[in-house]
């Protein structure tokens, strides 16, 4: 099979990147669906995986309110883009790639900032040495 490389895919430009992933939109030979998601990746993984979760607002008329509803989807995280954790992301609908995974991942829109990874990290850790602090005080009294 024969991979011809595409500049733009949905009016999104190729990467500078190059990649050699048969299931990649721009450097290989995927085909894609017009149905975009936008979303932050919350996990990847080493198969070049990632989960990306977006949230939305349905209204619910018994108690007149608006509820806000967590969606996730596993896409497949090319190479030449390779998403990062806290990433926001665009992805698309393809034929099925997988048992789960049936969207690529084909734009990177605002990436996740080294400062807001450490951010992430102390807040974590603050609250764990808080509940190790309140588990100690109620264990005296």
């Known amino acids: 099979m024969v991979t011809t490389q595409q500049h733009s895919v949905l009016g999104v430009a190729?990467?500078?990147k190059s990649c050699t992933d048969k299931k990649?939109?721009?450097h290989g030979g995927l085909t894609v669906k017009p149905e975009q998601l936008q979303g932050k990746v919350v996990k990847k993984d080493t198969n070049r995986s990632a989960t990306v979760e977006w949230h939305k607002s349905s209204y619910v008329?018994?108690?007149e309110r608006y509820e806000?509803?967590?969606y996730t989807l596993r896409v497949h995280n090319p190479m030449c883009l390779d998403a990062q954790l806290g990433d926001e992301v665009v992805a698309v609908k393809t034929r099925p790639l997988s048992k789960t995974k049936d969207h690529v991942i084909i734009q990177?829109?605002?990436p996740a900032s080294a400062l807001t990874k450490r951010e992430?990290?102390?807040?974590?850790a603050g609250k764990?040495?808080?509940k190790q602090a309140k588990q100690?005080?109620?264990g005296e009294q």
């Open 14 to 16: 190729a990467p500078a």
């Open 24 to 26: 990649c939109p721009f």
């Open 61 to 63: 008329p018994k108690y």
């Open 68 to 70: 806000i509803r967590r």
């Open 108 to 110: 990177v829109t605002t």
């Open 120 to 124: 992430i990290e102390q807040e974590v």
């Open 128 to 130: 764990v040495k808080k």
């Open 136 to 138: 100690v005080t109620e």
